[in-house]
């Protein structure tokens, strides 16, 4: 068994500089790496290219690191909900990439799996394919789409153990077992933390071998964004 | 007179058949769910990672790792299961939902789509919608027909950035059901009390009418 | 919720038929379709075009199939461990179609992922790249692989539900839960059904989308081709 | 003396690192896992979908449903995991295994190497090794440096259908530990007793020996 044990996020993101490409977990904010956003801040590095699904509201998740400009370049399928986003983008002083989330979700395990490029018909005919290699297969047009290069991935997941394997509970898996796989040094971070063997090896979502460093994260608030009922009948 | 959104969403419940898994956008899609027809057994995908997608949760029992796409609190329903988002587009791509359910700004009678981007005014991004076009076999647009000027949003060619090509193949907007086919938008059916005239009057793109339309049946 | 349940392997098959191309899943003997591969014998369909990583024993799995001459063609990354299939291979009976392991797995899951051609670093320079299109991404060579098009998939899992959610077990996951998403229609032989609700929907490996088909098999074997193991000591 | 299969595979297992993933092929190369350094951390992967593999069961605890790439019955260690095939070879090609030790008929000066094949005779298939070699950053050939018949296997250019083109950096043999580069074999240790003219003897391909030439350690 290889240890990935660190003590918190601080250690967690050792490494971690100006300029640097980043995958993020997360759907909205269901399953955002809540620790290593804080460290992020803390740490004030900027210049960062984000790739992540959303990006945040705007005093939580992503939102955070937009307030103190800390990202040059965003690369995500969907922004809205995010007013302090939407003037930077407007202004031009945050560049921003928004591609299909199946797209952005191929891309990530492309890059996890040494793909460097696969066909999709996403974006076909579009201003999204524009620039880009397209090719018809069975009568079908498509669109040539890449891996990234990110140097760090930072992932959440609910139940960790010190091999660095990973379960994620609900929709809050979403981009994150794909975002594990792609990381230079993958970054996960968990609800619980358990020693190696109390996980049964059936039920792993993200084997340890994609995760550089595990911690056990804290104070996590796990925000709802559209809390929506049923009222009791 | 004119559908409201509910009975939108009521017409097009009327397209599903059985053993379907469909995906239904956000806004008047969702409704659809409503609405389905009691002898037929449909599964809804959720395209952040879901089969099986159930109704809202009993106040108190919103759990925040357990959305939809349109982030909302959700339940999971006997038979469901979750899954990455790769995986969740694999099953789009590879054309395994029978249906998709999406709204759109505007839509051309040749099938062309346009629902995520206004340059310089709303730039959101296009989430699952670009994969969803351009998978589908079958995509039903929910839409009103005019925007709030009363200008057409069935139109010859769309004016605003495509989501995708040549892949609407069915319309319900509050004034009519409209199928495109042959780069026209044939009317197959009139919201009751809305007649032909009008409906010709708010749609920008050819529109075909062959014989007697019958009003929807509701 | 969809129901997928039949009664048996034999209507589980209906609408097979001669000259159709199948995937069948497992790795050796391990994970494979026992019931399905032993209707497809009964039903005596000829002429198949087989995708299994590979081609069974003398007198077991696949190897049934080509003792009696129902395999036109294999497409297989390993086929050892079989006399009649090395004769019918060498003597021009039958076809074969070798491929690289990790490249029939991803070309089965680029199959149900709608993903028509990938690009792979593996046969590079290799006669298994004779005559494909090889490019060169980030100063290394790769080879553009496309996906399949078969009738049916046969897999085997462990549990199974009525709405065809399939749990495997150990290594006999391999290549079964690909190929459960590359079948026209998926048939899926389970050792245990269950009712839809008694699965834990955050452990299922295979959604029961991908499945049209399931049943309870039957009379499972489950042969072990080198049975080694240490001496107690 | 000419070393046995047991000391290739502890020769090799020197080159083994704490914390590495690695990919063991059939024959001599499973044989390194009785050999790991006492003070590292190594996991093996088995490409048909389990990391952490351990050693074969005990008696009467075999389980049909765990097996190793050579088919034979194994056990899954603590903090071991079990994926299908697609994501085991992403971890492959991905580059996520530090090193693959395989068997080879021949290996080349410059790298290539061929394991599979020969024609109208041996016709098993290439099973994961075509994805090995050519994902993996560090390779090591585990082989005889001759054959039956005295031939060598460390040639020019093979001769057989190739497995992989310009990636085996590190060759052990009964006679040498070797690595390749600048198209040629670079000798690097002797099997204990065995000489360099012996060696020299035994390569067809051209071979450097630069200074003295230690004996491996054990």
């Known amino acids: 068994m290889i240890n990935k044990v660190v003590n918190n996020a601080q250690d967690a993101l050792l490494g971690v500089e100006n300029g640097m490409t980043f995958m993020l977990g997360g759907f909205g904010l269901c399953g955002i790496p809540e620790n290593c956003i804080s460290e992020l801040v803390r740490l004030g590095v900027s210049n960062l290219t984000c790739i992540s699904n959303n990006a945040g509201v705007d005093d939580f998740g992503l939102g955070l690191l937009l307030k103190k400009h800390q990202i040059k370049k965003m690369i995500s399928s969907y922004v809205g909900e995010n007013e302090e986003f939407e003037r930077q983008m407007l202004s031009g002083e945050m560049d921003v990439e928004l591609i299909p989330q199946g797209t952005l979700a191929e891309r990530c395990r492309a890059t996890g799996a040494g793909i460097p490029a696969f066909y999709t018909p996403a974006g076909y005919g579009t201003e999204v394919a524009e620039g880009k290699e397209t090719r018809e297969f069975n009568g079908k047009m498509y669109v040539l789409e890449h891996a990234f290069n990110p140097e760090f991935a930072f992932v959440k997941a609910w139940k960790g153990d010190t091999a660095g394997n990973l379960i994620f509970k609900g929709t809050a898996r979403n981009f994150n077992p794909m975002m594990a796989m792609a990381g230079k040094i993958t970054v996960a971070e968990v609800e619980e933390l358990v020693e190696a063997g109390e996980l049964d090896p059936n039920q792993i979502h993200t084997p340890g071998i994609f995760v550089q460093r595990i911690f056990q994260g804290k104070d996590y608030e796990k925000r709802i964004e559209q809390r929506t009922v049923t009222q009791k009948s | ?218």
Request: hydrophobic content about 45%.
């Open chain 2, 1 to 218: 007179m004119a559908l409201s959104k509910q009975e939108i969403a009521q017409r097009i419940a009327q397209e599903l058949q059985d053993k379907w898994y469909v995906n239904l956008g956000i806004g008047i899609p969702t409704l659809v769910a409503n609405y389905i027809p009691k002898n037929i057994d449909v599964v809804f995908q959720s395209e952040n990672g879901m089969l099986s997608m159930g109704p809202f949760p009993i106040e108190g029992e919103e759990d925040a790792d357990l959305i939809n796409a349109g982030k909302q609190t959700v339940t999971i329903l006997k038979g469901g299961s979750l899954f990455d988002s790769a995986l969740s587009f694999a099953m789009i791509r590879g054309q395994h939902v029978q249906l998709t359910v999406l709204g759109a700004m505007e839509v051309s009678q040749n099938g062309d789509i346009a629902n995520w981007k206004i340059p310089g005014k709303m730039v959101k991004g296009m989430g699952g919608a670009m994969d969803l076009v351009a998978s589908a076999e079958n995509i039903i647009v929910a839409m009103m027909h005019t925007d709030k000027s009363g200008a057409s949003k069935l139109l010859k060619r769309c004016s605003l950035p495509l989501t995708g090509v040549n892949c609407v193949k069915k319309v319900v907007t509050n004034l009519a059901y409209l199928e495109i086919k042959n780069n026209a938008f044939y009317l197959i059916e009139r919201a009751p009390g809305v007649s032909v005239e009008e409906i010709k009057a708010a749609t920008e793109g050819t529109l075909i009418v062959e014989g007697e339309i019958p009003e929807m049946k509701f």
